[in-house]
């Protein structure tokens, strides 16, 4: 029997890292380089989880801003999605609920994680406990990780966590 495979996207605003915290979890890399990512970069990753072969698609899509939002078309067939905020950058976590929004009415109740991202930084951190908690107990969510793509901290903690949400349906 062949691999499962899985979609899951990489969600949130312009420059939270999505790409990095891919490039970080499939190739084991990080570049200081900011690369804006236009439309949609695909990554391959297998993994075994609970002794069964997965392969997990990760789209990385790009980010939102005023003046562009996430293509439905993306999203569809996604079993799972990673939603990512700066942790140095209030005003990324709203556009994260916005994208949260949007995300669960085209897909309907697949499971999500959250990062806080760029916790190599915590000294310009913005965010606050409270936030996290409010995402903790929203259904769905299948955690929330403090990370960074720069040193590696939960990143592959966290996409384990959605991988195996995902595999589960849960």
Same mark, same amino acid.
């Given at each position: 029997?062949?691999?499962?495979? $899985? $979609?899951?996207?990489? *969600?949130?605003?312009?420059?939270? #890292?999505?790409?990095?915290?891919?490039?970080?979890?499939? !190739?084991?890399? =990080?570049?200081?380089?900011? !690369?804006?990512?236009?439309?949609? $970069?695909?990554? &391959? &990753?297998?993994?075994? *989880?609970?002794?069964?072969?997965?392969? /997990?698609? /990760?789209?990385?899509?790009? #980010?939102?801003? %005023?003046?562009?939002?996430?293509?439905?078309?993306? *999203?569809?067939?996604?079993?799972?999605?990673?939603?990512?905020?700066?942790?140095?950058?209030?005003?990324?976590?709203?556009?994260? %609920?916005?994208?949260?929004?949007?995300?669960?009415?085209?897909?309907?109740?697949?499971? =999500?994680?959250? @990062? +806080?991202?760029?916790?190599? *930084?915590? @000294?310009?951190?913005?965010?606050?406990?409270?936030?996290?908690?409010?995402?903790?107990?929203?259904?769905?969510?299948?955690?929330? +990780?403090?990370?960074?793509? &720069?040193?590696?901290?939960?990143?592959?903690?966290?996409?384990?966590?959605?991988?195996?949400?995902?595999?589960?349906?849960?």
């Amino acid at each position: 029997m062949g691999a499962l495979q $899985k $979609k899951l996207c990489m *969600l949130g605003r312009y420059g939270v #890292g999505k790409t990095s915290l891919v490039a970080r979890y499939v !190739h084991s890399i =990080f570049s200081p380089r900011y !690369h804006t990512t236009v439309g949609v $970069k695909i990554n &391959k &990753k297998q993994l075994e *989880l609970d002794g069964r072969a997965v392969t /997990l698609m /990760l789209w990385d899509i790009h #980010g939102e801003d %005023d003046q562009q939002t996430i293509r439905p078309a993306y *999203l569809r067939g996604a079993a799972g999605y990673a939603l990512v905020a700066d942790g140095t950058r209030r005003s990324t976590l709203a556009g994260i %609920d916005s994208i949260h929004q949007r995300a669960q009415a085209q897909l309907g109740p697949v499971p =999500f994680v959250v @990062a +806080f991202n760029k916790l190599d *930084l915590q @000294a310009d951190w913005e965010l606050t406990q409270e936030d996290a908690h409010s995402w903790r107990a929203r259904p769905g969510c299948a955690g929330l +990780f403090m990370t960074s793509a &720069k040193t590696g901290a939960r990143v592959e903690d966290m996409l384990r966590a959605l991988a195996r949400a995902a595999v589960e349906g849960r």
